[in-house]
T-cell receptor, first 113, second 116 residues
């Protein structure tokens, strides 16, 4: 089955700096890659996703890049703010998202004031 | 955005009893819902895929007789933990797939199950 590795497990950055979280996946059949943000005690919220026919997608301060050849994708957050502090999960799925998600282990992002 | 409601949010039960958890898509039809399990400070693990009008598909290692899934309508899936034991204590979270919205999965708020 699919295996998703996520790094780092904890990331501390100064407010205003950029944060990058990286994930790799094992199954080349995966073609849908969402990123979820989970604040303590709350449900995961989709922040951005990318499909395998696209190499990069951007939404304001958040961007995701995908390298299908290397089977890795990354989340980039620019101009970080205190409210960006949370746990971020990458995930992979086949069938364009029709299948269940295989999640990475999560990254605890800490924004230092 | 789409809303998924999950109830109860927290349940305590005695060992040997059964617990039912409901997952509802409030403003869209979900032919497919998913059930995940999340251990403290860990990731979400897919347990099963719930398809409206058909049998659920379980991931390897998940006991289908222990975790009964019913998806009787386009907006409701239920997970019943049968004969619960302390090792079943966990955070169970559902998601509903919005097929009309690009297959995005929207998550419920989760259910904290504690088995005494």
């Amino acid at each position: 089955g699919e295996n998703v590795e996520q790094h780092p497990s904890t990331l501390s950055v100064q407010e205003g700096d950029s944060a990058v979280i990286k994930c790799t996946y094992s199954d080349s059949a995966s073609n849908y890659f969402p990123w979820y943000k989970q604040e303590l005690g709350k449900r995961p919220q989709l922040i951005i996703d990318i499909r395998s026919n696209v190499g990069e997608k951007k939404d304001q301060r958040i961007a995701v890049t995908l390298n299908k050849t290397a089977k890795h994708f990354s989340l980039h957050i620019t101009e970080t703010q205190p409210e960006d502090s949370a746990v971020y999960f990458c995930a992979a799925s086949m069938g364009g998202g029709a299948d269940g998600l295989t999640f990475g282990k999560g990254t605890h992002l800490i924004i230092q004031p | 955005g789409a809303v998924v409601s999950q109830h109860p949010s927290w349940v305590i039960c005695k060992s040997g009893t059964s617990v039912k958890i409901e997952c509802r898509s409030l403003d869209f039809q979900a032919t497919t819902m998913f059930w995940y399990r999340q251990f403290p400070k860990q990731s979400l693990m897919l347990m099963a895929t719930s398809n409206e009008g058909s049998k659920a598909t379980y991931e390897q290692g998940v006991e289908k007789d222990k975790f009964l899934i019913n998806h009787a309508s386009l907006t409701l899936s239920t997970l019943t933990v049968t004969s619960a034991h302390p090792e079943d204590s966990s955070f169970y979270i559902c998601s509903a797939r919005d097929r009309a919205g690009g297959n995005i999965q929207y998550f419920g708020a989760g259910t904290r199950l504690s088995v005494l």
